[in-house]
């Protein structure tokens, strides 16, 4: 049903959704193998989609860690919506990453350990991309981690400019395969730099 779903979807709007099928759970394991869920007590999720990465966050957070999803498209929006109506600590918005900072500040949320994202930043316009990641590393600060995927490298380049270190891994059991890309700004060098 879900495959269905983001197809239609992506029917309607391919530059929004970015791909054809959903991430698989290689991929989603992969992603959220960069959280220490131990220690996170607010995570953020940019477009959500179907909840194949939010299924794994919920599985594994803490119950009283705090996530925020925020997702664009509608018709997903009202899927995430009614598919996790039960869980606790889970605020569901419908509307573009950009407003992030707006959502933080509305639900008293001090800061963020982890932003996973399911963002196409290939089709997303520039200043669309640039708003989202300078929102994203001021939200995260030194201490938090930003996690997307990418099907190439072309924007790492463009990531690389708002997070001081950017790990890359690869998934293959995708469709298309993917790259993971762990972020921080985490000045690991700052005193031989002084």
């Known amino acids: 049903m879900k495959t269905h779903a983001f ?6 709007s391919p530059r929004k959704i970015g791909a054809v099928f959903p991430s698989s759970f290689y991929l989603a394991e992969k992603m959220i193998g960069n959280i ?5 007590k607010y995570i953020v999720e940019y477009g959500p989609g179907t909840g194949i990465f ?4 919920l599985t594994y957070r803490k119950p009283d860690t705090v996530v925020l999803l925020i997702e664009n498209n509608r018709e997903f929006y009202k899927l995430l919506k009614d598919r996790y109506k039960e869980e606790n600590n889970l605020i569901i918005i419908n509307d573009t990453a950009e407003h992030i900072d707006q959502y933080v ?5 001090p800061y963020v350990d982890y932003v996973v994202s399911g963002l196409p930043f290939a089709s997303l316009p520039k200043n669309v991309s640039n708003n989202i990641l300078l929102k994203t590393k001021e939200l995260l600060g030194h201490n938090g981690k930003f996690i997307t995927f990418q099907y190439t490298l072309f924007k790492k380049e463009l990531i690389s400019r708002f997070f001081t270190q950017v790990d ?3 998934e293959y059991r995708n469709v298309p395969p993917a790259f993971i890309l762990s972020c921080n700004n985490r000045r690991l060098d700052r005193a031989n730099n002084g």
């Not at 197809?7 to 309607?12: C, M, T, V």
Request: proline share 0%.
């Open 168 to 170: 890359v891994k690869f």
């Open 54 to 57: 939010t299924d794994q966050i």
């Open 105 to 109: 500040e509305r639900y008293d949320i």
């Open 7 to 12: 197809f239609f979807q992506y029917i309607l």
């Open 36 to 40: 220490y869920f131990q220690q996170a």
